[in-house]
């Protein structure tokens, strides 16, 4: 970038903020804080109309209707994370429209890319009796033995190969690095550095 102005420290330090923890906390107690999300969502649409003025909410609408939307119809409907749906609320008003569905495509690639690494590792280091048993909601019994088919919103989460919000930061981090170099009219691009620099009209 040519210019590193408030906004974009403000921006960048954010997504690394809510992403980061974000990422911790999936690994270690499977789970996505509301103190996490729900702050960084308002102060999402303090940002927007701080760097971009009203344009800048109507982007954080629509990255919000892209981002939020498309994650609470798959949590309806393959009943996935709660979590990762107030996550992906959160992050699209910061990134916007653009950046949004630029971060849902790569993050994507990282879920494929990485489960699949991971189911590798773990296939040739323990065997696919353990990978079985660790992975897929196959041969699950209660305390009695008998089958059980269901399986809790705790249960799946700990069965992912890769909590989501591990690939969703990787991604974001390379959608902001993307951002900042080649990908024309996102928050650190040439024309949000144009915007932020412009002189006020005389």
Not at 46 to 58: D, I, R, T
Not at 160 to 169: D, E, H, K
């Amino acid at each position: 970038m040519d210019f590193w102005t408030p906004q974009h420290t403000a921006f960048v330090i954010a997504v690394l903020c809510l992403t980061g923890v974000a990422a911790y906390t999936d690994l270690r107690y499977h789970r996505i804080k509301n103190w996490l999300t729900i702050p960084f969502f308002v102060a999402g649409w303090a940002y927007q109309f701080w760097a971009h003025g009203p344009a800048g909410l109507l982007d954080a609408f629509y990255g919000f209707a892209l981002g939020f939307g498309t994650y609470f119809a798959l949590w309806m409907v393959a009943g996935g994370g709660g979590g990762d749906t107030k996550l992906m609320g959160a992050i699209s008003v910061w990134l916007g429209f653009k950046l949004t569905l630029y971060l849902m495509i790569v993050s994507t690639l990282l879920v494929v890319l990485d489960s699949a690494v991971v189911m590798l590792y773990t296939i040739v280091r323990f065997g696919f009796k353990r990978f079985k048993k660790q992975y897929l909601a196959t041969g699950k019994a209660d305390a009695k033995g008998k089958p059980v088919f269901t399986e809790t919103e705790p249960q799946r989460r700990q069965r992912r190969v890769l909590p989501f919000a591990v690939p969703l930061a990787m991604a974001a981090w390379i959608v902001m690095l993307a951002d900042a170099t080649v990908v024309k009219g996102g928050q650190l691009g040439p024309k949000a550095v144009a915007q932020a620099v412009k002189p006020p009209a005389n």
